[in-house]
């Protein structure tokens, strides 16, 4: 005879898998955009995390000044993946029972 509270717990455990890989279906769905040099340099990925495309005004191309552009270019993939990984805690937090428990997730995600 099976444990009806174990019953119970695989019950929610299942629950909770369909949850969490429908949030990971929708970041992959997502699209985020980052960008540097109020707009200028602009990084598009989605929720997980994959690069979709980079697009680079051309007033910001100078031969001269080549290091401008790299680091408006690392700045907008930073502020895409810092985008992507709150939208991704949001998710799982939402998923989960860990948000009404008052667990938080660690930057990781």
Known sequence: MRNPIQAMIEKQVASFQQDLAEAMEELQGAEITGSAGGGVVKVRMTGDGKVLDTEIAPEVVDAEDIELLQDLVCAAFRDALG?????????????????AMGVDLPDIF
Do not use: D
């Not at 998710?91 to 989960?96: E, F, P, V």
């Open 83 to 99: 985008k992507a990984a709150e939208l991704k805690r949001e998710k799982i937090m939402s998923a989960t029972p860990l948000g």
